[in-house]
């Protein structure tokens, strides 16, 4: 080792120990999941919730679709598992989880519970979220 480069790794190892930790460390990008709410399927029975329901396991994600221009809701969110529409977010809970997905926000959602024998009303529960940067 020559003397510029001995001159060179001490000086930034003696930089580096004055630094605040927060620089020396690498930032991290943990994301918190934020749980807006809990519900049911909205008109399972109508769409192809009953021929998907055998398909359908717990935690398993859906996909939520905006649907602004639905003629009997503005605020209406598909919610979809693969190529089958299972129904709605109900009309009661959908206006917060409409305005985030309209913000640009990421909305989730996963299958809690499964109950068959509750057809139609309370045979998918579902929890809807989204990922925020931890604080």
Same mark, same amino acid.
Request: glycine share 6%; proline share 6%; aromatic share 10%.
């Given at each position: 080792?020559?003397? /510029? @480069?001995? =001159?060179? %790794? &001490? =000086?930034?190892?003696?930089?580096?120990?004055? =630094?605040?930790?927060?620089?020396?460390?690498?930032?991290?990008?943990e994301k918190q999941k934020v749980r807006l !709410?809990? %519900?049911?399927?909205?008109?399972?029975? *109508? *769409?192809?919730?009953?021929?998907?329901?055998?398909?359908?396991?717990? #935690?398993?994600?859906?996909? =939520?679709?905006?649907?602004?221009?639905?003629? *009997? #809701? /503005?605020?209406?969110?598909?919610?979809? %598992?693969? #190529?089958?529409?299972?129904?709605?977010?109900?009309?009661?809970?959908? /206006?917060?989880?409409?305005?985030?997905? #309209?913000?640009?926000?990421?909305?989730?959602?996963?299958?809690?519970?499964?109950?068959?024998? @509750?057809?139609?009303? !309370? %045979?998918? /529960?579902?929890? &809807?979220?989204?990922? @925020?940067?931890?604080?």
């Amino acid at each position: 080792m020559n003397r /510029k @480069s001995f =001159l060179t %790794s &001490l =000086l930034m190892g003696t930089t580096a120990t004055f =630094l605040p930790a927060h620089q020396v460390i690498t930032e991290s990008h943990e994301k918190q999941k934020v749980r807006l !709410g809990v %519900s049911f399927i909205a008109g399972f029975q *109508y *769409y192809d919730g009953p021929d998907a329901e055998l398909l359908l396991e717990t #935690d398993m994600p859906l996909q =939520l679709n905006r649907e602004p221009h639905n003629r *009997y #809701d /503005k605020n209406a969110v598909e919610v979809w %598992s693969g #190529d089958a529409k299972l129904g709605y977010v109900p009309r009661a809970e959908n /206006k917060p989880i409409a305005r985030l997905m #309209d913000e640009g926000r990421n909305v989730q959602a996963r299958i809690l519970q499964l109950d068959p024998a @509750s057809f139609p009303y !309370g %045979s998918v /529960k579902m929890e &809807l979220f989204f990922m @925020s940067n931890a604080a």
